[in-house]
């Protein structure tokens, strides 16, 4: 079974323009979340998604959005990039909320952003 | 929201040698504690977890964590380390109420030969 992917795996943008991250998950999880993973630090929550509808979000500002697709894949939507938003962009995708009462969450390779 | 402290930046060891990467939590409300590990150019994959029940959790590759609720610590071991585990290790937390694991800044584990 395919796991979670993610593309582009790398892009380079220049500081104000925009980029959409994709994502599509594990067949049969409708949760997605998004974290943020800059070099040297562990990975900050971004969004979440369940079953269409954003049920978390993280201390990001409003630059950031995202969404989810009735086939549960997803996109991360950054605009007017600055610097500071350089970092490996995770995936990751659960069964439900709690993913079935395991917690565990399934991550993809990610999507690494250079903004110059 | 559940926070977690990894107090060691970068753990070296000599392969063969026991390992222990440390985990501290803030809250011992129905908290929920993972490790995960990542490899260099990869996603993150899950080790072990504590939900609830026994203290002593295993995990994939000879891992092993113990939840310590006086501690408020779930420190990850392993009796003999190889190469193959260098990685970075995460430990994560979540409380009652959030399904939303908060991660801490990570443990570079480097084994050398």
């Known amino acids: 079974d395919a796991g979670v992917t993610q593309s582009p795996t790398h892009l380079i943008k220049t500081r104000g323009q925009h980029v959409t991250l994709r994502c599509s998950p594990i067949s049969g999880h409708k949760s997605v979340s998004w974290y943020q993973q800059v070099l040297g630090q562990g990975p900050q929550f971004i969004f979440q998604?369940?079953?269409?509808?954003?049920?978390g979000r993280g201390n990001f500002p409003d630059r950031f959005s995202a969404r989810q697709f009735p086939n549960y894949s997803s996109e991360l939507n950054v605009n007017a990039l600055l610097l500071g938003d350089s970092a490996l962009y995770l995936c990751?995708?659960?069964?439900?909320?709690?993913?079935?009462?395991?917690?565990?969450?399934?991550f993809g390779e990610g999507s690494r952003l250079t903004v110059l | 929201a559940q926070s977690v402290t990894q107090l060691d930046s970068q753990v070296p060891v000599f392969e063969e040698a026991p390992v222990e990467l440390r985990c501290n939590y803030s809250s011992s409300v129905s908290v929920y504690l993972f490790w995960y590990v990542q490899y260099p150019n990869q996603g993150l994959q899950l080790l072990l977890k504590y939900l609830s029940g026994s203290t002593l959790v295993k995990g994939i590759n000879g891992f092993e964590a113990e939840f310590n609720k006086s501690q408020t610590s779930f420190h990850l071991r392993k009796p003999s380390v190889h190469i193959s585990d260098t990685a970075e290790y995460f430990c994560?937390?979540?409380?009652?109420?959030?399904?939303?694991?908060?991660f801490g800044r990570g443990t570079s584990l480097i084994v050398h030969p």
């Open positions: 994560a937390g979540a409380s009652g109420g959030s399904y939303i694991p908060t």
């Open positions: 998604y369940y079953e269409k509808e954003e049920r």
């Open positions: 990751a995708s659960s069964w439900g909320l709690w993913s079935g009462g395991t917690g565990e969450l399934f």
